[in-house]
């Protein structure tokens, strides 16, 4: 396999092994061929096969096939080395499919005998999955990515194994080095980590819209050859079957070399599944707190209250259709996360109510735990679609001693006070009244007795006549 690398092949997998990449070919296939018999890691056989799936990308699953000829056509010479045998076969395909060097009839017959019964026997294969698919992943709020490590790779099934494992190799510049070890900081708690950090995503191998995290089945991670423990616990078992653990990033910046010398290398060993195929990447991000998200919020400014006063008409406006119309909207000022006064009032615009929750909350409950959920109508509120509500701004800055509020049909909104309120301002009303005019008491009476006196003087004026 090595020896039908070219020059170029050749010195990126002597660089790529950290040897000396100057000379000519002979000389680069000899150190590749050393390479070889001392020993090489995997990550060095990964990349070889790499490189040879770059240059014969329809061949690469018959290299059993090709070893095996390799070593039958050439143990007939005894008297050459391996190294010589090698550089035949490098000859052979520099020169291309089209124009084979000749052999000797003992070697032909042994070629076609090696290779008739073995190509007769091949069985169609899978169609491999790109090494680099054009993922796109879905952006966190919390992170701010400052460089790709490693592009999304796919973690395609290389045989019919239960179990696949690949291997991932980047390296840091001393730019990055520098980066993430200025950035340690002390947590509550006396927690220290790295607000730069390397994160490590799957997702799955879909191009048609930015995924979110999803791990495959079993999945298990080696950074630099020690097991990195995945965050949580899987759930259990239902009616016997497995469950997927949620996907969710990865900070390795604790398993990793923090050196722009050494390499480091991600192992990643999964359970493939029928009709899907992961993906895999690295970042290098930097962490964000609720309070800078707060602040970008703000900085995209407040949504003019026009808009929320025609979504409101829009709500109050009499349906023909129906036999119940609504008049007024009652409304709440205080937050249904923390059920404490709005100071922030934002909701998403893909919310169709106009219920508000307070933003600050809503970003520090997911920095705990990012689920990005209304808390009023339990859909999808993600930070890009959050937006402040001036007209909610304006109420709160114009009444603080309210937490309810009723909007009427023209948009306009009146203050709702608590029945107990409203029985004690009324009850100052009538004691005020009471005490300014007292002398208004006996006029109330009279006209209450007079009638009755004249019911009965009319009464006995009839029977009088009558006698």
């Known amino acids: ?20 990449k100057s000379g000519r070919k002979h000389e680069l296939l000899l150190r590749a061929l050393h390479l070889l018999k001392s020993g090489c890691s995997p990550a060095v056989q990964i990349k070889i096969k790499e490189l040879y799936r770059r240059r014969y990308p329809r061949t690469i699953e018959s290299l059993p096939d090709l070893s095996a000829l390799k070593s039958s056509v050439f143990s007939l010479d005894s008297n050459s080395s391996v190294v010589d045998s090698d550089l035949a ?4 395909h520099s020169h291309g499919p089209s124009s084979v060097p000749p052999l000797s009839p003992t ?8 290779t008739k019964p073995r190509i007769d026997m091949q069985q169609p294969v899978p169609p491999i999955p790109p090494v680099h698919p054009d993922v796109e992943m879905k952006s966190l709020p919390f992170y701010d990515v400052l460089d790709v490590l490693i592009k999304p790779s796919s973690l395609g099934a290389s045989n019919i194994q239960r179990f696949q494992e690949k291997y991932f190799i980047f390296a840091l510049t001393p730019q990055q080095v520098r980066e993430v070890c200025i950035s340690r900081d002390f947590f509550p708690g006396g927690r220290r980590d790295y607000m730069v950090q390397i994160q490590l995503r799957f997702c799955l191998a879909e191009t048609s819209c930015p995924q979110e995290d999803n791990f495959p089945n079993s999945l298990c991670i080696k950074v630099n050859g020690k097991v990195f423990q995945l965050p949580g616990y899987p759930p259990p078992p239902k009616n016997g079957v497995e469950q997927k653990r949620p996907g969710r990033p990865l900070n390795i910046t604790s398993s990793v070399r923090l050196s722009s ?21 690295v970042y290098l991000v930097r962490q964000l707190t609720s309070s800078l998200l707060l602040q970008r919020l703000k900085m995209k400014g407040i949504r003019n209250p026009d808009h929320s006063r025609a979504l409101i008409k829009e709500k109050l406006t009499a349906d023909p259709d129906s036999e119940i119309a609504t008049t007024s909207l009652r409304v709440s000022l205080m937050c249904p996360l923390g059920k404490m006064r709005l100071t922030v009032p934002c ?16 970003l520090q409950m997911n920095e705990k735990k990012p689920t990005w959920i209304c808390p009023v109508c339990d859909k999808k509120a993600a930070y890009e679609s959050l937006i402040i509500d001036g007209l909610f701004m304006e109420i709160l800055n114009d009444c603080s001693d309210v937490d309810e509020i009723k909007f009427q049909e023209d948009g306009s909104w009146c203050p709702m006070r608590p029945k107990k309120e409203a029985l004690k301002l009324s009850a100052q009303c009538s004691t005020k009244i009471e005490s300014s005019s007292p002398i208004n008491l006996p006029c109330a009476v009279m006209p209450t007795s007079e009638p009755s006196s004249l ?6 004026d009839l029977t009088l006549e009558t006698s």
């Open 261 to 281: 010398a050494v390499p480091n290398q991600i192992s990643v060993t999964w359970a493939p599944e029928i009709g899907k195929t992961y993906s895999m990447s």
């Open 1 to 20: 396999m090595v020896s039908s690398f070219r020059v170029s092949e050749l010195q990126v997998l002597l660089g790529f092994a950290g040897r000396n």
């Open 455 to 460: 019911k009965k003087a009319d009464i006995i």
């Open 89 to 92: 076969v490098a000859a052979a």
């Open 107 to 114: 070697h032909s017959a042994v070629l076609l005998h090696e």
């Open 347 to 362: 909701r998403a615009v893909t919310c169709s109510h106009l219920q508000c929750f307070d933003a600050a909350l809503y």
